[in-house]
């Protein structure tokens, strides 16, 4: 206990007491101006652009992570005989370096990546776009990269609850005549009630939090038109030396994602156990 106070609730806490000053991050002095820094980040318009887009992309990750993934794993549980290789295929963009991905996306999505020279090719120049480049799509092609990386680490999870399914309840709805979507939904969706809370848990919070990604794609541009609360973090505090507004913004990302990590896991639970 004394261990985590000192590395964990102490440094905690002095980061929130920075948050009501002007410190800049190195010099000693510093003044306290209490609720300031809120009070500005009310009035930035960034700031606020940051927070919508932070929680548009946690939200839609989720929803459309988890929602391939569910789809992956109900396909490779199947009786398919490449069952085995697909799951390895599936699951290994989720073992790759996060950055590393970003970067690797970041040259295929360029104006001449390979996305754009594969539809010349097969005839779609019309499609081409700057992906990354386009404030309307930059955020988007955000998500995609995300979602193709980590849609098969749902996958597994719902795979895991799936296969803790007795095969004597698909045989027994199987003679009752229950169609396959009856069957998922009447059946197997509740049964995957744990797999759900799990996934959606770790969806939400990774999106919220979601720094790296969006770094080394496109640094919160163009503009901010992909910026989210923590690369805005770290341009006010290392860009422009602003480590009281800058902390001041981590706060509300700690809120948030307290608020709703929180929110979700009480809700998920009492489905949970209404399922049970």
Known sequence: MLLFAFVVLVPSARGVYYAFTDWDGLSPEFSWIGLGNFTTMIDDATARQAIWHTLLIAVAITIIQNGIGLLLAL??????????VLRVLLFAPAVVTPIVT????RNLLGPDGAVNSLLGAVGLASWQ???LGDPQLALWAVVGVIVWQFAGYSMVIFLAGLQSVPKEIYEAAAIDGT???RRFWSIIRPLLAPAFTINLMLSIIGGIKLFDQVFALTGGGPGHATDTISTLIYKEAFTLG??????ALAVVLTIIVAVASTGQYFFL???ERAAS
């Open 75 to 84: 396909g490779v549980n199947s009786m398919i005989k490449s069952r085995n």
């Open 102 to 105: 970003a970067y690797l996306w």
């Open 129 to 131: 776009q700057d992906w």
């Open 179 to 181: 169609g396959p979507v």
């Open 242 to 247: 602003e480590f009281g507004y800058s902390i």
């Open 269 to 271: 639970a009492r489905n």
